[in-house]
């Protein structure tokens, strides 16, 4: 199975550190989203590719988060200077389609900032 | 802007109905229902695009009120794996991407 993979699953960091994480979608998805969950919260979205175009970038986002999907395959996201606030599950959904198909979600990141 | 759940949460015996809803207060396009449990990723459930349709497949099913902005879930006969936290995720027009909703935590007991 082919599904979308995470990496890491979980990632323990100190205040001020960067952190990286990469997402796999389903190969032939040209559509990646990365969200944002905290606990008891629904995912929050952060942004959006087709294939390698970030078409959408949340306002909620600081300039301290960027993201890639070089040649519209993989993507990562990166958290520069990371903060307490931004320890939350970090989840990538593909599909193929805009909004005709369902998403479909990684496992997530995991990520506490101590 | 975030569609809002109702109810926040639900207790339910197993073989009972439950209806969840889901509010917006922008004109949609489709709404996406997805159930996830402790600790996992979200899973699909079902779409709903404009026009007023209903799904259903199983024992869950959907409607879609376009006129009104709301959609809603029915869970009829519970079985103990329906248990999780229900989102819905809407999409307006020319807005491609999903919001979701605040959540509905569902649990089921024997």
């Known amino acids: 199975d082919t599904g979308v993979s995470q990496d890491p699953r979980h990632k323990i960091t100190k205040r001020g550190q960067n952190v990286t994480f990469r997402c796999d979608p389903i190969?032939?998805?040209?559509?990646l989203y990365w969200y944002r969950q905290t606990l008891g919260q629904g995912p929050e979205f952060l942004t959006y590719f087709q294939n390698e175009a970030q078409l959408e970038k949340s306002r909620l986002l600081s300039d301290r988060f960027s993201a890639e999907r070089p040649k519209g395959s993989f993507s990562t996201l990166e958290i520069q200077r990371t903060e307490q606030g931004d320890s939350a599950m970090y989840l990538c959904?593909?599909?193929?389609?805009?909004?005709?198909?369902?998403?479909?979600f990684g496992s997530g990141t995991q990520l506490s900032v101590l | 802007q975030q569609p809002v759940q109702s109810p926040q949460a639900v207790i339910l015996r197993e073989g009972e109905d439950a209806v969840i809803n889901c509010s917006s207060s922008k004109a949609l396009y489709s709404v996406h229902w997805y159930r996830q449990k402790h600790g996992e990723a979200p899973v699909f459930l079902m779409i709903?695009?404009?026009?007023?349709e209903q799904k259903g497949h199983d024992k869950i099913s959907a409607s879609f009120n376009e006129k009104k902005q709301q959609s809603s879930l029915y869970l009829t006969a519970s079985q103990l794996s329906y248990s999780g936290t229900y989102f819905c995720g809407t999409a307006g027009f020319g807005n491609e991407k999903l919001t979701f909703g605040t959540g509905t935590r569902l649990t089921i007991i024997p």
């Open positions: 959904a593909s599909s193929s389609d805009w909004l005709r198909e369902k998403l479909f």
């Open positions: 190969s032939e998805h040209n559509r």
């Open positions: 709903l695009l404009k026009g007023g």
